[in-house]
Each structure stands twice: as C-alpha cells, then as structure tokens.
C-alpha cells in the first residue's frame, strides 16, 4: 500500500503515523530538522533530559493517557502545586486547589470581584471541559458572547494583569491583549481538570516509543505540496545541503504549524484569509541547572509582569529546584530575542533574581528559541476553522493535523492527528468548494 505521506515529526505528525499503523496504514515522516518531538522536543544531555517545549499533562486527557497505558509509561512526576505572579511590583502566590480558605486568600491578594471573576471563570471552564471545543456549540457560544474582543476587555484590570495574563503567556505566549477568550476558556478546561503531570526521564520517552518503528526521513523539509487537477500528486523537497529532489504522493498528512502550511500548499483564497488571522507568537525557552536549588520557601513558580522580558519560570519538577525553565515571553520579550544565548540568559537570571535572588552556579544549559513560537488562536475560530476545512477538502488526498486546529497541547495535537487519520478513511469523494 502506498505510505501516507507525514510532513513534520512532532508530536502531532508522530501521533498521526502511529494512528495510521494502527489501521495497518503505512505512513513516512518528512522532517525538516535532525530529531523528533518538535516544539515538545527532549534533549538528553549530561545525566539531564532537557525537555525544550511541552513536557505537562493532564490526567484527564484521553487520548494522551491512553498512549502512556499503551507504552507502558507508568512513572510520573506531579508538578507544583501553585503559581506566584508578580502583581503591582509584589509576589503573590495563588493556589490552584479550590478551598474556602483558598478562596479568602485569593480575595485578599485581588480584591473581592476580581476573586469572583476568577473563580466563576475556572469553574465555568471546569464544569464544561468535555463540551469545550472548537467544532462543538458550546465554544461557539462563549465565542459569540466573548469574542468581539481580547481578554483584557472582559476582565478587571487586576485579573488581567494577574492572573489570566499567567494564562497568555503560558498558553500563547501572548499578553491578554492579543488573545481571545474562547481560547482562555478552552485552555483552562484543559488543564482544570485532572492531575497535572510530567513523565519521569522526559516527554522523550513517549516520542520514543511513538517513533518506534515508523519510517523517518531527516534533514528533508518540505518546501511544497503539488497538487495536479486538485488532486496531491507529491512533495518537492529540500535538503539541509539545499539539494531539490521530488517524491510522488498521493496522500499527504501536514503536521506542520499553520504558518508553515499556507507556505507550502495553494489554499483557496478563503481559507487563506483564515490561516492569516491565526498568530504564533514566538518564544524562547533556557533549561539551567544549578549547583544549588534556585527555587525555596515554597516558590516553585513565578510568573513576571508586563514590563519584564522574562514571561515564566518555574521549577522543571518539584523535587528539581536546581533546574530551571526560564522562559522569554510576551511582548517585552520580542524586543530582545534576536540578542545571543548569553544576552538572554543574563537577563533572564538578571530578572530573575529581582524577585529571588539565585545564590547558585549555573553548571549547564540550554537556550532553545522557538521562533514559529506558540499558537495563539484567532477570535471566532470555529468559523476559522471551518474554512480552513473546506478549502482542505478541495484538495483530494491532503489533510491536516496540528497545534491549530484542537487546541494548543499535545493533547489537541494529538486529537487533531486522530481526527485527520479518520478522514483519510472517508470513502466518498470529496467536494468542489463553493
Ligand atoms: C515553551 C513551550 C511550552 C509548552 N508547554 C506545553 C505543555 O506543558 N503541555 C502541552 O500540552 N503543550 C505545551 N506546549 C505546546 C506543545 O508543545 C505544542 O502544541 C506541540 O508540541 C506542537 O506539536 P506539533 O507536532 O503540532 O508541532 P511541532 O512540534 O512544531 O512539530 C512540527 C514539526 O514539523 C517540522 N517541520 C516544520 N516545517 C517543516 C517542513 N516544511 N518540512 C518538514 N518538516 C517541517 C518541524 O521541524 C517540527 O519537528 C508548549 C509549547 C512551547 C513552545
């Protein structure tokens, strides 16, 4: 049987060959770059598993956990259990539990409606996380009501500062006055429910055992998708030498970012639009170890404000607070990624140590820059979606998977790549678009 041809080895182009085995499909990834796992890459270096972009998980995504029954990857570690932000030039802590004395706390630190807004918010998106996406009515709903503008509209300013500004940058990289609260909502219900969780030695591991025995060609970017008469009818290649070579393929899986996709394929101008209004915001992310804990006195997380380069940092486990994810987000932090690995590292421990001085000595690290950077949704986006869809479907034989169609985790990638596989089996042909 002829391969479905994947382009992308992250976890969404990993998750996509491993679906298609499953259905006895054979599939082979094209990959741009020299190693699998993508924006939730692992490098094992020294003794260290330096995980360089999505490593966390929730105990109540399906189809992530179900990989984890499946390989066999039982050994876990819980991540910290609440955050500080830097609000008003102070450290505050907040609690992700939900308690009573909890909810005092959160009052007293925000002030009573912007206490209520957040709590009222989480539980709405708590109540809802299994009707929370962008093809069911309920995200239409909240899109219809929420979405004619960016989270900072909608929210006290202290929230928005705060709290939801954590959730941005987090999510999307992003401050609250470029994203939308559809997505907010969408990424809470996400991470609200279940355990929060990474896996012991590394997302690698799951890579690993997803990457067992697929087809994997390095070093090949994919510079265009060719279609014939509306039909897939192959790849054009490149080489990391440069070198152009062409393979025929009738079938072809994008598990590339959408910034990617619109450059390698012709879409109809309305689904073009679409793509356009979907922003990445890029980032870059530092793993340091110390000789020392960095982290103490209960502080395992801490989000920065507005004016700082540095967007998060936290812990990369709870019991390794020696080893620190630094991460330069947001829209200070545009300004600067283009200095070197060691501007970027000074200023972050610079801001760092504002906050809690690091009375250690770094003894390795690695500064990784996304500069596709995360995906940060568009307003009304199940509409972006649909057309996106439609203007998929007027190419027969490719589909799409990716951090932009279900949501921005390895959860949605990994539902997207699902998704995708099951439309690859539809037996009818598909639709001119209108
Ligand atoms: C700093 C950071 C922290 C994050 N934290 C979390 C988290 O804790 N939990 C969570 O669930 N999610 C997290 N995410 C999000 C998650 O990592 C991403 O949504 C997910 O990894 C995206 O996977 P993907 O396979 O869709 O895309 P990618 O990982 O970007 O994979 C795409 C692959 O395609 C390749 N490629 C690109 N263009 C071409 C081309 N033309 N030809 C061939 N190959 C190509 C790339 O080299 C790459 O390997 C985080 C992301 C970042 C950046």
């Given at each position: 049987?002829?391969?479905?041809?994947?382009?992308?080895?992250?976890?969404?182009?990993?998750?996509?060959?491993?679906?298609?085995?499953?259905?006895?499909?054979?599939?082979?990834?094209?990959?741009?770059?020299?190693?699998?796992?993508?924006?939730?890459?692992c490098?094992?270096?020294?003794?260290?598993a330096?995980e360089?972009?999505?490593k966390?998980f929730?105990?109540?995504?399906?189809?992530?956990?179900?990989?984890l029954?499946?390989?066999?990857l039982n050994d876990f570690e819980p991540q910290?259990?609440?955050?500080?932000?830097?609000?008003?030039?102070?450290?505050?802590?907040?609690?992700?539990?939900?308690?009573?004395?909890?909810?005092?706390?959160?009052?007293?630190?925000?002030?009573?409606?912007?206490?209520?807004?957040?709590?009222?918010?989480?539980?709405?998106?708590?109540?809802?996380?299994?009707?929370?996406?962008?093809?069911?009515?309920?995200?239409?709903?909240?899109?219809?009501?929420?979405?004619?503008?960016?989270?900072?509209?909608?929210?006290?300013?202290?929230?928005?500062?705060?709290?939801?500004?954590?959730?941005?940058?987090?999510?999307?990289?992003?401050?609250?006055?470029?994203?939308?609260?559809?997505?907010?909502?969408?990424?809470?219900?996400?991470?609200?429910?279940?355990?929060?969780r990474a896996i012991r030695g590394g997302i690698g591991r799951l890579?690993?055992?997803?990457?067992?025995?697929?087809?994997?060609?390095?070093?090949?970017?994919?510079?265009?998708?060719?279609?014939?008469?509306?039909?897939?009818?192959?790849?054009?290649?490149?080489?990391?030498?440069?070198?152009?070579?062409?393979?025929?393929?009738?079938?072809?899986?994008?598990?590339?970012?959408?910034?990617?996709?619109?450059?390698?394929?012709?879409?109809?101008?309305?689904?073009?639009?679409?793509?356009?209004?979907?922003?990445?915001?890029?980032?870059?992310?530092?793993?340091?170890?110390?000789?020392?804990?960095?982290?103490?006195?209960?502080?395992?997380?801490?989000?920065?404000?507005?004016?700082?380069?540095?967007?998060?940092?936290?812990?990369n486990r709870l019991h390794q607070?020696?080893?620190?994810?630094?991460?330069?987000?947001?829209?200070?932090?545009?300004?600067?990624?283009?200095?070197?690995?060691?501007?970027?590292?000074?200023?972050?421990?610079?801001?760092?140590?504002?906050?809690?001085?690091?009375?250690?000595?770094?003894?390795?690290?690695?500064?990784?820059?996304?500069?596709?950077?995360?995906?940060?949704?568009?307003?009304?986006?199940?509409?972006?979606?649909?057309?996106?869809?439609?203007?998929?479907?007027?190419?027969?034989?490719?589909?799409?998977?990716?951090?932009?169609?279900?949501?921005?985790?390895?959860?949605?990638?990994?539902?997207?790549?699902?998704?995708?596989?099951?439309?690859?089996?539809?037996?009818?042909?598909?639709?001119?678009?209108?």
């Open positions: 049987m002829e391969p479905v041809h994947i382009i992308g080895a992250g976890i969404s182009g990993l998750g996509a060959a491993h679906y298609l085995s499953r259905k006895g499909i054979p599939s082979v990834i094209h990959e741009a770059g020299h190693s699998i796992g993508g924006r939730a890459g490098i094992r270096s020294g003794g260290h330096f360089v972009g999505g966390n929730s105990t109540a995504w399906p189809r992530f956990t179900a990989l029954t499946e390989f066999g910290h259990p609440g955050f500080h932000i830097v609000l008003k030039n102070r450290l505050i802590a907040l609690e992700k539990s939900k308690t009573l004395s909890g909810d005092l706390r959160l009052a007293a630190r925000l002030g009573l409606k912007s206490a209520l807004q957040f709590r009222s918010f989480l539980a709405k998106a708590r109540a809802n996380a299994d009707r929370l996406n962008y093809t069911s009515g309920l995200i239409e709903e909240i899109e219809r009501r929420w979405d004619h503008s960016t989270i900072d509209n909608h929210f006290t300013r202290t929230l928005s500062d705060g709290p939801l500004r954590l959730f941005s940058i987090i999510m999307g990289a992003a401050e609250p006055d470029e994203l939308y609260p559809s997505l907010l909502m969408l990424f809470a219900s996400g991470f609200g429910k279940g355990e929060h890579h690993d055992c997803l990457a067992q025995g697929k087809s994997i060609q390095f070093g090949e970017r994919v510079e265009r998708i060719v279609t014939e008469n509306g039909q897939v009818a192959g790849l054009e290649l490149v080489s990391q030498t440069g070198q152009r070579s062409r393979v025929t393929a009738t079938r072809v899986l994008s598990c590339a970012p959408l910034h990617v996709l619109k450059r390698i394929v012709c879409l109809p101008a309305y689904a073009r639009v679409a793509a356009d209004a979907v922003r990445y915001h890029p980032l870059a992310l530092i793993n340091a170890v110390y000789d020392q804990d960095v982290f103490r006195d209960n502080i395992h997380s801490i989000m920065f404000d507005a004016g700082s380069p540095l967007g998060h940092c936290s812990a607070p020696y080893h620190v994810r630094f991460t330069l987000s947001g829209r200070a932090a545009r300004d600067v990624l283009d200095q070197d690995d060691d501007a970027l590292l000074d200023l972050a421990e610079a801001e760092f140590s504002r906050r809690l001085p690091i009375r250690a000595n770094r003894t390795k690290c690695l500064v990784t820059r996304h500069e596709g950077g995360i995906c940060g949704y568009a307003p009304h986006f199940s509409r972006v979606k649909r057309d996106l869809l439609r203007g998929i479907e007027t190419i027969q034989g490719l589909e799409i998977a990716g951090d932009y169609l279900e949501g921005h985790t390895m959860e949605g990638c990994l539902t997207s790549a699902d998704l995708a596989v099951q439309r690859f089996n539809l037996e009818e042909p598909k639709r001119e678009a209108a």
